[in-house]
């Protein structure tokens, strides 16, 4: 009854099953139903009932869908929510979070192949936001980072195999206290030198692996200028 973290990865259990567990552990502060094929909007209409729960992971979950993203959003005291390859949550599932869960410092949002800019319109309400993962996000485009500039809490972004290009690192450079950025695969180019050179003052760790089109040259320039406090990372294909 007082039990407060419970980790069911790979674990098929939903339906009544779930339910029964969920009113039998009314403490539950954090949950992980990880890789649980089984997990429905239903089940996730059960969980809404956890009000102490701080911790929710239902990612790799190929039947949640914005319906049981709208019973999440009754977890107003979520700190952490991971929603990776949930791929029939959409931007407005997305919105839903956003407008709902701001206490949410954590979120992570990989492979959401249906999201786009819009669907990250409204994340500057998650004010208390600390860290945000997208990845093979293809419909997040620069401007989606002007919205990502107003979370002046975030210190670690990820952004991977998205659109972003030169000109959504421009609108990057007002996180104040952004240490960690991972930009892999994004068309960067010569053009985001200046860009890097000012967010590299306070970043601890920069990836921006398979951007081919950043020259060699401005890498060098780089790693002399931050190198000495950061830690890079820039892998290419060639």
């Keep these: ?6 980790e069911l990865r790979f674990l098929p259990i939903a339906g009544d099953d ?4 969920v009113d039998a552990l009314p403490e ?8 649980n094929r089984q ?18 992971d239902v990612a790799f979950n190929k039947h949640v869908t914005d319906a049981g993203v709208e019973h999440i959003c009754a977890l107003g005291q979520l700190t952490f929510l991971r929603l990776q390859q949930c791929k029939l949550v959409t931007d407005d599932g997305l919105r839903a979070v956003c407008t709902a ?13 249906s999201i786009t800019n819009v669907g990250l319109g409204d994340i500057s309400k998650l004010t208390k936001l600390r860290s945000l993962k997208l990845y093979g996000c293809e419909g997040i485009t620069a401007d989606s980072m002007r919205f990502v500039a107003r979370c002046p809490n975030i210190e670690d972004l990820i952004i991977n195999f998205c659109n972003v290009g030169d000109a959504g690192i421009a609108h990057l450079v007002s996180l104040k206290k952004l240490t960690k950025l991972s930009m892999i695969s994004n068309d960067i180019t010569s053009a985001s030198l200046p860009h890097l050179l000012s967010l590299g003052m306070k970043l601890k760790d920069l990836n921006m692996s ?10 060098n320039q780089l790693r ?6 950061c830690s890079i990372e820039m892998r290419r294909t060639n």
């Design 1 to 6: 009854k007082h039990l407060r973290q419970l």
């Design 18 to 21: 779930l339910r029964r567990l």
């Design 28 to 35: 539950l502060e954090h949950l992980d139903l990880c890789f």
């Design 39 to 56: 997990l429905t909007d239903s089940d996730l209409e059960s969980i809404s009932t956890l009000k102490h729960l701080n911790h929710l």
């Design 101 to 113: 869960l701001g206490n949410l410092e954590e979120f992570d949002i990989h492979d959401l192949e």
């Design 210 to 219: 398979y951007n081919d089109a950043f020259p060699t040259e401005e890498e």
């Design 224 to 229: 002399e200028a931050i190198g000495g406090q």
